[in-house]
């Protein structure tokens, strides 16, 4: 038996590969489907199942274009309707590849056709449980993506059903491998680490510790930020299914000329540049979004950025197709090109961001507002006590308000965010902005006044 997490950090996304005696499964695949038609070929292997946990919101599904590339089956749970071919298996109903088989637990919650796949070894011993959004480490799925379909409330009691009569019932020494870590939209607060056991979760977990449903089903729907915009749009083409993602890349990754450009720009398109801030901030094109492939790109494209609009690339030189495959992933596909030549090539004159370090911050506080543009959770565990809380998820309707001739400061946990934050601001007429190199990571190490949860609390 083999088993290998292929796990992808800008969307804190784990995908699995198992194997037994030459035949494969592959589990809540990526968009793209080399690593694994890859992985398999090198271990001369044939894969014959693809497993779908769920609807997938935070990204599109690979198991179509997998499946049919391998002459695989696509199987998920109960109650999974789509419109293309899948083998929709029954609670408990049990696989086999080689000499290990999986057993499918119909465990509805985070959505109604929730499933997870329990993996016996060789002597038919539970060895691993594939979670999906079903249980994180450290956190469950939320409860709330159905878009009044259902209420959060229905779906947190069928939650606490399926955590009490699936999950903890299986022994402690089961690995639990989820489909998220840390940073992913899909929990409240997912910890850091990408597997776990039964035994450990049921002892951490808050979800898993005994409690009457009614207060389960409170904890669970209470503190959840909404969802991201792209959320509701990803599930339905995993659910109505999708053009080949090989198309997509061909189809997107044209090089424009600057008058082509200059069309579309004029159409209300978006221009969304995606190389580094300290490349961004030296020259770019007035009107662009800074999203830096460096960092969780598709979860902030799709946080900020409308799904139906065109969108315009700008690109550091040699990662066009690589922007594009990372918008295709979380179901971005209306990409008309990218700028030939990228920023250096513009005709008109480039706009600029000014940067300070956080020492020269402590000089300029006096006569500027400062801006901190991390999540909730990381503002109220500790922040500077001058700034004022300006979450970036929420931009721009968050900016209504502030006075835009006004000097901002503007800052995240390490320069990330925060040059997205300004290019947004300037899109919406903010003329006096400064980025702080860093973030809130360099001024912590400076003796500005900060506010923690302790002193507050």
């Given at each position: 038996?083999y088993?290998?997490?292929?796990?992808?950090?800008?969307?804190a996304e784990?995908?699995?590969?198992?194997?037994?005696?030459?035949?494969?499964v592959v589990?809540?695949?990526?968009?793209?489907?080399?690593?694994?038609?890859?992985?398999?070929?090198d271990?001369?292997a044939?894969?014959?199942?693809?497993f779908?946990?769920?609807?997938?919101?935070d990204?599109?599904s690979?198991?179509?274009?997998?499946?049919?590339?391998?002459?695989?089956?696509?199987v998920?749970?109960?109650?999974?309707?789509?419109n293309?071919?899948?083998?929709?298996a029954?609670?408990?109903?049990?696989?086999?590849?080689?000499?290990?088989?999986?057993?499918v637990?119909?465990?509805?919650g985070?959505?109604?056709?929730s499933?997870c796949y329990?993996?016996?070894d060789?002597?038919?011993?539970?060895?691993?449980?594939?979670?999906?959004?079903t249980?994180?480490?450290?956190d469950?799925?939320?409860?709330?993506?159905?878009d009044?379909i259902m209420?959060?409330?229905e779906?947190?009691?069928?939650?606490?059903?399926?955590?009490?009569?699936?999950i903890k019932?299986?022994?402690?020494?089961?690995?639990?491998?989820?489909?998220?870590?840390?940073?992913?939209?899909?929990?409240?607060?997912?910890?850091?680490e990408?597997?776990?056991t039964?035994?450990?979760?049921k002892?951490f977990?808050?979800?898993?510790q005994d409690m009457?449903?009614?207060?389960?089903?409170k904890?669970?729907?209470e503190?959840?930020?909404?969802p991201?915009?792209?959320?509701?749009?990803?599930?339905?083409?995993?659910?109505?299914?999708?053009?080949?993602?090989d198309?997509?890349?061909?189809?997107n990754?044209?090089?424009?000329?600057?008058?082509?450009?200059?069309?579309?720009?004029?159409?209300?398109?978006?221009?969304l540049?995606?190389?580094?801030?300290d490349?961004?901030?030296k020259g770019?094109?007035?009107?662009?979004?800074?999203?830096?492939?460096?960092?969780?790109?598709?979860?902030?494209?799709g946080?900020?950025?409308?799904?139906?609009?065109?969108?315009?690339?700008v690109?550091e030189?040699?990662?066009?197709e690589?922007t594009?495959?990372?918008?295709?992933?979380?179901?971005?596909?209306n990409v008309?090109?990218?700028?030939?030549g990228g920023?250096?090539?513009?005709?008109?004159?480039?706009?600029?961001v000014?940067s300070?370090?956080a020492?020269?911050?402590?000089?300029e506080?006096?006569?500027?507002?400062?801006?901190?543009?991390?999540k909730?959770?990381e503002?109220?565990?500790?922040?500077l006590?001058?700034?004022?809380?300006?979450?970036?998820?929420?931009?721009?309707?968050?900016?209504?308000g502030?006075d835009?001739?006004?000097?901002?400061?503007?800052?995240?946990a390490?320069?990330?965010?925060?040059?997205?934050?300004?290019?947004?601001?300037?899109?919406h007429g903010?003329?006096?902005?400064?980025?702080?190199?860093?973030g809130?990571?360099?001024?912590?190490?400076t003796d500005?006044?900060?506010v923690?949860?302790?002193v507050?609390?």
């Open positions: 038996m088993i290998q997490q292929l796990y992808t950090n800008c969307l784990a995908a699995y590969y198992i194997e037994s005696e030459g035949e494969a589990i809540d695949p990526l968009r793209e489907t080399e690593p694994y038609i890859n992985l398999a070929s271990r001369k044939k894969i014959k199942y693809v779908e946990t769920h609807f997938h919101a990204f599109v690979g198991h179509i274009d997998l499946a049919k590339k391998v002459d695989a089956q696509i998920y749970g109960p109650n999974a309707n789509t293309y071919s899948v083998y929709n029954k609670d408990g109903e049990v696989f086999k590849i080689g000499k290990v088989t999986f057993k637990l119909h465990t509805p985070h959505t109604p056709e499933s329990l993996l016996m060789e002597s038919g011993k539970p060895h691993a449980v594939f979670t999906g959004d249980l994180f480490v450290g469950v799925g939320r409860p709330d993506l159905l009044g209420t959060k409330e779906l947190a009691e069928m939650m606490y059903e399926s955590l009490n009569k699936k019932t299986l022994p402690d020494e089961v690995i639990v491998y989820p489909a998220h870590g840390a940073g992913s939209a899909c929990g409240k607060n997912i910890g850091k990408t597997f776990s039964v035994g450990e979760q002892k977990n808050y979800a898993l009457a449903k009614d207060e389960f089903i904890k669970l729907t503190g959840i930020m909404p991201p915009q792209y959320f509701f749009e990803d599930a339905r083409i995993n659910k109505m299914g999708y053009t080949s993602i198309e997509v890349i061909s189809n990754s044209k090089a424009l000329s600057i008058q082509e450009f200059k069309t579309v720009l004029s159409k209300d398109a978006i221009i540049d995606t190389r580094v801030a490349n961004f901030e770019f094109i007035p009107g662009s979004v800074n999203i830096g492939l460096n960092g969780q790109f598709a979860v902030w494209v946080t900020l950025i409308d799904i139906k609009k065109p969108l315009l690339l690109t030189e040699g990662k066009e690589e594009v495959l990372r918008l295709a992933r979380v179901g971005y596909e008309v090109g990218y700028l030939k920023a250096n090539a513009w005709d008109g004159k480039l706009d600029t000014r300070i370090t020492e020269q911050m402590k000089i506080m006096t006569n500027a507002e400062i801006l901190d543009v991390r909730p959770g503002w109220s565990t500790c922040h006590k001058e700034a004022s809380f300006l979450p970036l998820g929420d931009f721009p309707k968050n900016l209504d502030l835009k001739e006004a000097n901002y400061v503007i800052h995240c390490g320069g990330y965010r925060s040059m997205t934050a300004v290019s947004i601001m300037k899109n903010f003329k006096n902005l400064t980025n702080v190199y860093g809130f990571g360099a001024i912590s190490k500005c006044a900060v923690t949860e302790e507050t609390a």
